[in-house]
């Protein structure tokens, strides 16, 4: 079973498979703690009936401690891997690895709500969002893809074929602060054959003013309102002689 204090002693592999640092995950297990305790209280079972004995009693959890919690969900978020093989990680049955899933993700998303690092999902309030965290306002634009499984309709099946990544996938737009590294809007979620310029232009985002955005190819043609676009020229092979 993973074991959360000696994995936060290997911190190349820490980040590997949960995608925060061990500092960072220090940062953010208070907050998850104080979440988890208001979804779940002591005098309640995880199944939200009242208890019949004290906290404690009957068969020992497998993850006991918060930290051991926090680890779960964000290997799930960052590897996402089959239920059956997260069950072997953390030493738990399928079934019971679905009941944390989806126990703890609710919870995650209060903490990380709590501390104020979930990107804008709103368009509209984009600009609003990034002059709170009063970052200078250089931006990069980019399109994210995610395997999905496969659709069984062929109409389906034709919408998330992504020819980029060969496979079917979902597709989000996202927004990061080039100074921060912080993600700071997160678009809809599309469908795989999406264009990337095309989800932009139908998000409408609202950019601060005197923004700088930095975008590759994908975006060719999409000029919001603001101060300056930046995109890399395509360098064109030498011929040979």
């Given at each position: 079973?993973?074991?959360?204090?000696?994995?936060q002693?290997?911190?190349?592999?820490f980040?590997?498979?949960?995608?925060i640092?061990p500092?960072?995950?220090?940062?953010?297990?208070?907050?998850?703690?104080?979440?988890y305790?208001r979804?779940?209280?002591?005098?309640?079972?995880?199944?939200?009936k009242?208890r019949?004995?004290?906290?404690g009693?009957?068969?020992?959890?497998v993850l006991l401690?918060p930290g051991?919690?926090?680890?779960?969900?964000?290997?799930?978020?960052k590897?996402?891997?089959?239920?059956?093989?997260l069950g072997?990680?953390f030493d738990?049955?399928?079934?019971r690895?679905?009941?944390?899933?989806?126990r703890?993700?609710p919870?995650?998303v209060?903490?990380?709500?709590r501390?104020?690092?979930?990107?804008?999902?709103?368009?509209?309030r984009f600009?609003?969002h990034?002059?709170r965290?009063?970052?200078?306002?250089?931006?990069?634009?980019?399109?994210?893809?995610?395997?999905?499984?496969r659709p069984k309709?062929?109409?389906?099946?034709?919408?998330h074929?992504?020819?980029k990544?060969?496979?079917?996938?979902?597709?989000?737009v996202?927004?990061?602060?080039?100074?921060g590294?912080?993600?700071?809007?997160?678009?809809?979620?599309?469908?795989?054959?999406?264009h990337d310029?095309?989800v932009?232009?139908?998000?409408?985002?609202?950019?601060?003013?005197?923004a700088t955005?930095?975008?590759?190819?994908?975006f060719?043609?999409?000029e919001?309102?603001?101060r300056?676009?930046?995109q890399?020229?395509k360098?064109?092979?030498?011929?040979l002689?």
């Open positions: 079973m993973l074991d959360c204090e000696t994995l002693q290997d911190e190349r592999k980040v590997a498979l949960t995608g640092t500092p960072e995950f220090q940062r953010l297990l208070p907050a998850f703690t104080r979440a305790a979804a779940s209280p002591s005098h309640e079972t995880l199944a939200g009242p019949q004995r004290r906290p009693g009957g068969r020992k959890a401690r051991d919690k926090l680890l779960f969900i964000l290997v799930y978020q590897a996402y891997p089959l239920q059956e093989l072997s990680l738990l049955s399928q079934s690895v679905n009941r944390w899933v989806h703890l993700l919870v995650l209060r903490a990380l709500g501390l104020g690092v979930l990107p804008e999902r709103n368009p509209r600009s609003r990034e002059r965290r009063g970052e200078p306002p250089e931006l990069i634009i980019d399109g994210t893809e995610r395997r999905r499984q309709s062929p109409e389906r099946q034709a919408l074929y992504s020819g990544k060969r496979a079917h996938s979902d597709k989000n996202v927004i990061v602060n080039a100074h590294k912080r993600v700071g809007y997160l678009s809809g979620t599309h469908a795989g054959k999406a310029k095309r932009a232009e139908g998000e409408a985002i609202r950019y601060p003013r005197g955005l930095l975008k590759d190819s994908g060719q043609g999409y919001p309102r603001v300056q676009t930046c890399p020229k360098t064109r092979p030498a011929k002689t």
